[in-house]
């Protein structure tokens, strides 16, 4: 605990420090061996600030950032539009279906809850995109683990559409029968 940050965060006294020092000399067995690495200050939170400070876009703090970020976005939403058919499939879903839900929902609960599903399933299939593409860069060539990568990806939209029916059911069908 040689960071003050880390003793700020967590409230710890500088007496607090010495007296568990004093307990931990006694009952510490000599742990050289399995010590992790730190950086220069000692401190854990930025034991690895020297790998993220070699890119020179990591530098950027002001609106440059934000304005970067919001092009990269728009380029993985450009990359979804034109190379995910299933990604457009569940877009026309969501434009056919969330002003749906903004009309059908009585309160504002609901409609977060009717949007939000929907909502759910385009952030999971971004996902899964974004998965299929890694394994796919590493290689394509058949392997069983990249099979089972690309399955857990579709499964996990499997059950984000699954939450889609399971809301607008629970939401709107007691409405049919009262």
């Known amino acids: 605990m040689d960071c003050p940050a880390e003793r700020a ?11 568990r020092a004093g307990k931990a000399e006694r ?13 220069q200050t000692g401190c854990p939170d930025q034991r690895y600030s020297h790998i993220y400070m070699t890119n020179p876009l990591k530098g ?4 440059k950032r934000i304005i970067r970020a919001t092009a990269y976005s ?3 939403f450009k990359a979804a539009i034109v190379g995910e058919a299933a990604f457009r499939q569940e877009l026309a879903l969501f434009v056919i279906l969330a002003p749906l839900g903004a009309w059908l929902g009585q309160t504002g609960i609901e409609r977060a809850l009717l949007i939000g599903s929907l909502m759910v399933v385009l952030i999971v299939e971004l996902l899964n995109s974004a998965v299929e593409a890694v394994v796919n860069r590493i290689s394509t060539e058949r392997h069983e683990l990249s099979g089972i990568a690309k399955d857990l990806g579709s499964a996990a939209v499997f059950v984000a559409l699954a939450l889609v029916g399971v809301v607008w059911a629970l939401l709107l069908v007691p409405r049919l029968f009262t």
Do not use: C, V, Y
């Open 27 to 39: 009952s510490k067995p000599d742990t050289a061996a399995i010590r992790r690495p730190e950086n």
């Open 9 to 19: 965060r967590h409230g710890w006294r500088a007496s607090d420090l010495q007296a």
């Open 60 to 63: 950027i703090t002001d609106i």
């Open 74 to 76: 728009f380029a993985g």
